[in-house]
Structure formats: C-alpha cells, structure tokens
C-alpha cells in the first residue's frame, strides 16, 4: 500500500512566521505535489516535483517555495506566512505515466494568525 | 492554464438511485482524467479514470463517460449505497503523470 506521510498535521502561526511542511513517502515515485483545499476552490495546486533536486512552480506559487532533497522528501515552505494562507495542505505522490495515479497524505491543517 | 469546472455542488439522492457529476475542461490537449473521493474528515483517494482513447469505462458501479468534442466528463455512480456519501473531485491533465488540475468538488449525499 502507497504511504505519504505529513507532518505537522496541526499547526498554528503567527503572520510573519516561517512554516516548513514536510512530506515523506515510500512509494520511491518520481512525482511530488502540494495542493492546498479551500472551500469553493477545490484543490490548487502550488509546487510540484519531477523528482530530487527539481521543484517546478505551480498555479498558486506565490508566497511558497519548495524543496526536494531527496527521492523520499517534499517540504513547502512559507517564509513569512500569512492569514491567506491558512488553509489544509494536501502533498501526494505519483508514479507518472505508469498509472497515472496520486496518492494522497492525510493533510496538514495550517491556521495563521 | 487548463480550468475544470464541476457543474454540481452539492448532490442528494436516494440510496439506489443513481447520482451524476458533470465536469468540463477547457485545454483541448487534455487527455487523462480521473477521479477522487474524499470522505469527510479525510483524504482523498482515487477511484477510476478515463483515457481519451475511449468514450466509456466502468469499474464496478462507478461509470466514466468522456465527450471529447464537448470538453466534458462524467461520473455516474449507480446502485448507491450509504458509503457512496463523500465528496467527488474530477481532474484533467494532458497526459497521466503530468499535474492535474482539479474541479472544485461535488458532495454527494445518500440519503436511506
């Protein structure tokens, strides 16, 4: 069974803090996604990874960058968070073209203050 | 960018009826599209895609319908049944392993 892994799944900040979400999966895929959940926008999707060493911007990149030192790993990182930005954090993991299919964390809940 | 419109909000059918999603795409390059549910309070998990080299698929009560002229799919999900109750995401992307580009969700509710 395909594990992704995430953690803090519960955090709160205060605006201008730095938060590192972090993402761990054993499924050795090459694909990594962070998508964020609002209501009434679905998931968007905000950095994505073809794998280590490469993160691409995706259609909310703004305010985030991302990081993918390893295989494994898929951390997003918030500089200086905002209260926009409080939202639930989904990161997955792909095997490509094989299957096509993601395979999802259990969600980061992020509340800015 | 791709845009997916889902058309339905919300869904309430009765247990047994059959319930439909509609969703559109806008990118004309898109070719994979599938499916998520997502059960209240979790994640989310894939459930059945299609391939543009096809109009129809069907994995057990779940039906995929694509119309490629009308840049429109959908999901029918017949016999439902109480553990149908959840929220359906359609997605589009050019090819599968490219990134997906999601609707924004359709609560389906099964009601006895």
């Known amino acids: 069974e395909a594990a992704v892994t995430q953690s803090p799944r519960n955090k709160v900040a205060v605006t201008g803090g730095k938060v590192t979400l972090s993402c761990n999966q054993t499924?050795?895929?090459?694909?990594m996604y962070w998508y964020r959940q609002d209501t009434g926008h679905g998931l968007r999707l905000i950095h994505y990874?073809?794998?280590?060493?490469?993160?691409e911007k995706g259609d909310i990149p703004d305010g985030y960058k991302a990081s993918r030192p390893s295989q494994e790993n898929f951390s997003l990182i918030l500089e200086l968070a905002t209260p926009s930005q409080t939202s639930v954090y989904f990161c997955?993991?792909?095997?490509?073209?094989?299957?096509?299919?993601?395979?999802f964390g259990e969600g980061s809940k992020l509340t800015v203050l | 960018g791709e845009k997916v419109e889902q058309h339905e909000s919300t869904l309430s059918v009765r247990e047994g009826d059959s319930a439909v999603i509609n969703c559109t795409y806008t990118d004309t390059a898109s070719s994979y599209f599938p499916w998520y549910k997502q059960e209240a309070g979790k994640s989310l998990h894939f459930v059945i895609d299609i391939r543009s080299n096809v109009d129809r698929k069907q994995s057990q009560r779940l039906i995929v319908l694509l119309d490629k002229k009308a840049k429109r799919f959908s999901l029918h999900i017949t016999a439902t049944q109480p553990e149908d109750s959840a929220i359906y995401f359609c997605a589009a992307s050019r090819s599968a392993g490219n990134k997906l580009t999601f609707g924004i969700g359709t609560r389906v509710l099964v009601r006895p």
């Open positions: 499924n050795n895929h090459n694909n």
């Open positions: 997955a993991s792909g095997d490509g073209a094989n299957t096509g299919q993601l395979y």
């Open positions: 990874s073809y794998g280590a060493g490469s993160t």
